[in-house]
């Protein structure tokens, strides 16, 4: 059997939409000291370090130069990885499972009040010679992947602006979230069009923030000073990133890396799952995501679910009870790991008001948004796995 | 558990120009293919991909590694894109090792991929985008003066000469002429060498890698997937990556104490004790002529300062006590930043394999160490592959 891994540590900084007297560096350190200082360590035990960043997102070339001496790791092993969070939790098990480490450190930050034209950024992530000559917005891919969504499996607009409405309430319970404003359907519904069919009010707004998470093997969880949350699968999988050849309307990427996850856990279905936090950039991608990862046996079960109320805090299978990126904002890299962060804090009992009576195993899952195809999943227990 | 013995069972690459019509994606998708190909397998028997790429600023390409992910053979699959700068090239091989090793994953095809020339007018202005934006950038800084700092700093130290950095050149570009996959192979004399246009002093046009296109790629596998489709597998023995603090004003340039510190990792994981005999061949980072023997001496290679007279004794040609570059390294065969890296980690194949063709090393070389540097003098990254299978 395969050694065992834990998040022993988490260090947050609580999202806002701008962060003025605040570098990304301070920022690192900050959420670097939480972490330690939670996991009872001091940063010179830690073996390996990963940062999930983008150059373009920073502003910086060559980004990971400047990821070293806010965490104390100079002249240690330390990459980044140009993705969610998510993908640095299944990196550091793998290092860890490889004997290549310990204790690995996984960081993710941003600072997306710096980016003065961010739809213009996103314009260059098209294909330059097939896809950007077109002149469209990205987000518009969003639209289109809704609409081919809400076509096949029946599911209706109103039903994703539930979405918002629910995660806006869930935050309001979350000192962590940036967005906690009141909406109902009307306010959801009469906010314009972004790109038809998505209203304004169905994004997610960006926002600033950090989290650092600690990962340890078996040995060094079991001395840990707070509870651990057992790491029990983590998948990463990425569709076509070519928009003539994707499956519209469906999350392949969700689904595959799920799969993966599910089987490294000896989980053979989202039943056996208490919570959810998955990715909601846009509100009809909770619903299109809880269906990838096999929660409802057809996918218009996931509309009926919305409007019954059975994904809220009180229902059968709560789904982003911190309030997800529509309650929290949306945090560039960072998104996976404040999902890891509701994790660990519902497994630990910690919570706050949001905390859950049913919190065993709660899934992950990240969505590295338009136009990618890119997703990862991370289960957690408060359990060591099953042998 | 013990950790799985992990393989090099493929390798390939494209030529690597100054100017490619190929799209990024379809570089990428070259040497995936070509790596593929080599290995035996198909791209249905490949687990998981990983891809190497520096600044996007080059490609002009937002999520670099999402846009090259279906060249690259990522699709339908596990994929991800691991970056430290110029260390790319060869800290992605450590990513897959652990991939596999692991035990999540039973093959990795690994992709580099770079193409430079989308930059206009000239790569080198991206570059002004890596110095710190408060501290740094106001200055209008480039790569050519703080490399010829550091240059500087080197030969003040040790008392090295000129000529002695312009052999680097000679024979890297020499050893080149043998690769069909180089841009700017040559057969030149130190006169030559320092004959060529002074960039920044004391940096020679003719001690500078060039910009270029290009991408290489390899795949590996656990022992029980490369006994059955290799009889000629290259064991990963070590990896070993380090990165340096981000304020490299406060360095001292002379020696990379965090190549020394990657490439420890890397022996200790090996089992190498004295690096000096028991590794057989080197292909260390060489974007500029003295960066070769600075890494030489970070890689334990060489005694510090050294490195210059081991060369001018001929301990690093083609014959040597130790072949240094026998691919023809970044002077020789070209820099696509990422993919060069990986290029290195293709010649070890190569060499250890016996199928390095006109380049082909006398003797039977064992072991190899591949090594490659980046982001502000800052990152070492170290690969150790040999015939043997490690303990």
Redesign the interface.
Known sequence: ???QVAIIGIGVVPLQPTTPRYSFKEMVFEAAQKAYADAGISFDEIDSFVTCA???NE???????????QLG???????????DGL?GIA?A????????AEIVVVEAHSKASNILTPDW?????L???YTRPLGFTPHALAAMDMQAFTHQTGITPSQCAEVVIKNRLNARDNPLAAYAVESNRTSVEASPYFSFPLHEEELARAADGCVVVVVANETTASKAAKRPAWILG?????????IE?RRWGHA?YAR??AQ?AFR?AGIKTAHEIDFFEVDDTYAYKELQHLIALGLYAEPIEAGRAIESGATRRDGRTPVNVSGGALGMGLPLEAHGLYRIVELVLQLRGQAGERQLSRAKIGVAQSW?GV????GAVVILGAEPPRG | MAKRRVAVIGAGMTRFMHRALETPKELAWHAAHAALTSSQLKLKQIDCVVLGTAPDAFDGVHMKSEYLADGCGGWGKPFLRCYVGGGTGVYAVAQAYFQVASGIFDTALVVCEEKMSSCQPHPQAAFLTIFDPITEQPLKPNLLWIFALEQTRYMETYGITIEEIARVAVKNKRNALNHPAAQLSAELTVEDVLASEIMAWPVHRLMVSPTSDGAAAIVIAAEEVARRVSDKPIWIQGIGWSLDSAYWTNRDLAYPEYVEKAAWMAYQMAGVKEPRKEIHIAEPYDPFAYKELHHLEGLQLAPKGEAPRLLADGVFERDGDLPVTPSGGLLGVGNPIAAAGMMKICELFWQMRGEAGKRQLPGKPERGVAQAWGDLMQVGTVVVMGTEKPD
């Open positions: 059997m395969s050694e983008e150059d373009f502003g910086i070339s060559i980004f990971d130069e400047y990821t070293p001496d790791c100079r002249q240690k092993p330390m990459h980044t990885l140009t993705q993908h990196d098990l793998m290092q860890i499972r490889a004997g290549v950024l996103l314009d260059y992530a294909d330059p010679i983590t998948g990463f999988a990425n569709d076509s990133p070519t050849s392949e595959l890396a993966s490294q590295r136009p990618t195809t890119s």
